[in-house]
T-cell receptor, first 114, second 116 residues
């Protein structure tokens, strides 16, 4: 595709439910990143996938958060037992396989937990 | 740990005028990268400009330029000939580079409004 695609664009859920957020990176990009943008915490790194290497999960805020990347392409961020403080915009970015390549961001998923 | 501070929550400028957004950072690294990103209402983060710390020359991209003061750990963005389309949230960001290149630390952001 032309850019990084994220779905859904907006998601409203009830406290305690699980949600899945999807990211389709630019074709051929081997690096994929998830970020969270919230009013209280600003923009925070969550997790990073690079090719077939083990992901860098150092930014995940709790064990309710997990992510996977299937076939080195599409990624899903899962939040279990959602809490109101999980309400945020979740942004995905991808980049080609070089250490200093530009990141391309998607338009994010706005998650609202009621 | 690295920190990035943007001390101006909001700024405004008249169309065609010049505005400067401030950013300071703290790091013990010697080699790193600094960025300015623009986030319009569409939410998509767009890279405006990048500066490598080992380069003394300030980066420029058309109407956008930076004033990089490594010793002072300051990295300001100057927008010349401001246009209505420049209205957006601007984020200053830092990365160590290497395998951590995409792990960005962001500032709190500055909302810029360009008035006609």
């Amino acid at each position: 595709g032309a850019g990084v695609s994220q779905s859904p664009s907006n998601k409203v859920t009830e406290k305690g439910k699980d949600v899945e957020l999807r990211c389709d990176p630019i074709s051929g990009h081997t690096a994929l990143y998830w970020y969270r943008q919230s009013l209280g915490q600003g923009l925070e790194f969550l997790i990073y996938f690079q090719g077939n290497s083990a992901p860098d999960k150092s930014g995940l805020p709790s064990d309710r958060f997990s992510a996977e990347r299937t076939g080195g392409s599409v990624s899903t961020l899962t939040i279990q037992r959602t809490q109101q403080e999980d309400s945020a915009v979740y942004l995905c970015a991808s980049s080609p396989d070089r250490a200093d390549e530009k990141l391309f961001f998607g338009s994010g998923t706005q998650l609202s937990v009621l | 740990a690295q920190t990035v501070t943007q001390s101006q929550p909001e700024m405004s400028v008249q169309e065609a005028e010049t505005v400067t957004l401030s950013c300071t950072y703290d790091t013990s690294e010697n080699n790193y990268y600094l960025f300015w990103y623009k986030q319009p209402p569409s939410r998509q983060m767009i890279l405006v400009i990048r500066q490598e710390a080992y380069k003394q020359q300030n980066a420029t991209e058309n109407r956008f330029s930076v004033n990089f003061q490594k010793a002072a750990k300051s990295f300001s963005l100057k927008i010349s000939d401001s246009q209505l389309g420049d209205t957006a949230m601007y984020f200053c960001a830092f990365t160590r580079g290497g395998t951590s290149y995409g792990k960005l630390t962001f500032g709190q952001g500055t909302i810029l409004t360009v008035h006609p």
